[in-house]
């Protein structure tokens, strides 16, 4: 029996022990050329794939696939970061869509498929809907020939144009870069190393390690670029996770960034350093500190339900400066409808080398004007039916008191979220896909973070 193919809001990811096989990315290719070729018979597609085991082989199967159906079928002749795919379909009017064989963020014992469309955005549901439904049990075609185009070279080149060089140059930083052994490795030091900086590469090479890895730029995977920038008395780690389209960092103390500080960072040295305007779309999840830098900047804020469809769907709007999730994926429209944790490395760069200041300097500096807050996110599993109940009941409940603190806002958009005096906030979300409850929270201290979190985990068990 052929397996369900159910695509979430970053793709759809499978075991590579499991379901994720060439036969399925064959029939995800399939419906997929049937879909564009349908819209825009004769365009071209591209086609990428990352680092892991066995990608190359189902992409060029995929790109085989998509040529049967009339596509004229374009695939990477070398590993590519998932940002050099969309980017490249963005920049090429005769490409209708991209399809990116990667596991992501995922565990190195995963793979799966990215789609994206004409502007290189991925969050268009109705799209992403359609393809499944054309999605078939088995597919008999014909596989046809396709062609080879390098991504990597011009998306690269056109990144260090997008900074002031020579003020990179000048400041002569000294970072150290780690790609999770995913899409980016050696890329971005080359490129980072032409803007003058000088780069230690670390789960770079092809050895075992990566089996120990998650290629998630998020705490504790993080360890190892937190020491080596204390080794290497570097101003910075920067970090990208599988395919590189989220982004994390380090300090020069070792410290971790995490995203919500990486995306206040990165406003402002969007709005102040380099005058660029428009709206900030964040998720109901991002941290209260970039909405408090936006508003500092005059920046209206739009808050979406968890998902970059919701951010997608703001982008097609217009008007929009920085898209942005605390998971660590943040769009520039300007540059490209979707999540680029490379161009948020350069960016990085740039902001340290126009300010004369180390990562961790720029951090105090944001926490000195828009104050400390500690964010957090516990998975809390429960049962498949406690889900359930929690979903179901969920747009109903506005008790009181949560942890023993009174809500001041209660919000049903997206789960059940509940925001208090200080500013302070409790999110839970049950999650589409997994037998769990995600919860988050942020307060002005540890230990208020920490109970918010042991408040919404009683709630999610039915404790509560």
């Avoid at 992409?59 to 040529?67: D, E, G, I, N, P």
């Avoid at 080879?148 to 930083?173: E, H, N």
């Avoid at 509940?418 to 896909?433: G, N, T």
């Amino acid at each position: 029996m052929s397996a369900i193919i159910h695509f979430e809001a970053d793709g759809w990811r499978a075991r590579t022990d499991g379901d994720f096989t060439e036969e399925n990315v064959v029939r995800i290719a399939d419906a997929a050329g049937e879909y564009w070729n349908r819209r825009n018979p004769g365009a071209m597609v591209y086609v990428c794939y990352d680092a892991r085991p066995g990608a190359e082989e189902c992409a060029k199967a995929a790109a085989r696939t998509l040529a049967a159906h009339g596509v004229a079928a374009v695939l990477s002749d070398r590993v590519a970061p998932t940002p050099a795919l969309t980017w490249a379909v963005s920049r090429n009017s005769r490409v209708c869509g991209g399809f990116a064989v990667t596991g992501s963020h995922y565990p190195y014992d995963y793979l799966g498929v990215k789609l994206c469309n004409a502007d290189g955005g991925t969050g268009c549901p109705d799209f992403i809907e359609e393809i499944e439904h054309l999605i078939e049990p088995e597919v008999y075609g014909v596989r046809e020939h396709y062609a080879i185009k390098d991504f990597v070279t011009p998306y690269f080149d056109y990144l260090s144009t997008l900074v002031d060089g020579d003020a990179i140059a000048r400041a002569r930083l000294r970072v150290v870069y780690d790609p999770m052994y995913g899409a980016a490795r050696t890329y971005m030091p080359q490129l980072l190393g032409a803007l003058g900086v000088e780069v230690e590469e670390i789960h770079g090479a092809d050895d075992e390690g990566w089996r120990d890895v998650r290629p998630e730029p998020i705490e504790p995977w993080v360890d190892d670029c937190e020491q080596a920038v204390v080794e290497c008395a570097a101003h910075a780690g920067l970090i990208n996770d599988g395919d590189a389209a989220r982004v994390g960092a380090v300090d020069e103390y070792g410290n971790y960034v995490s995203p919500q500080k990486i995306m206040a960072l990165v406003l402002g040295h969007l709005v102040i350093n380099r005058g660029m305007t428009g709206r900030v779309v964040v998720n109901q999840a991002t941290s209260v500190l970039a909405r408090r830098v936006a508003q500092s900047l005059g920046c209206k804020v739009t808050v979406r339900p968890i998902g970059f469809t919701y951010i997608y769907e703001e982008m097609r709007k217009g008007g929009v400066l920085l898209g942005g999730e605390g998971s660590g994926g943040f769009a520039i429209p300007s540059h490209v409808a979707e999540r680029d944790g490379l161009l948020v490395n350069v960016l990085l760069c740039e902001l340290m080398a126009t300010t004369g200041k180390k990562l961790g300097e720029l951090v105090n500096e944001l926490e000195m004007n828009f104050g400390r807050l500690w964010y957090g996110r516990r998975d809390v599993r429960v049962r498949v039916e406690q889900v359930e109940m929690l979903r179901t009941i969920m747009p109903g409940l506005n008790p009181e008191l949560v942890g023993g603190r009174k809500p001041v806002a209660v919000s049903h958009m997206d789960g059940l979220r509940f925001e208090f005096q200080d500013e302070s906030w409790l999110l839970l979300r049950p999650s589409a896909s997994e037998s769990v409850v995600r919860v988050y929270a942020e307060a002005p201290s540890v230990e208020i973070r920490d109970e918010l979190l042991d408040a919404g985990a009683d709630m999610a068990k039915g404790n509560a």
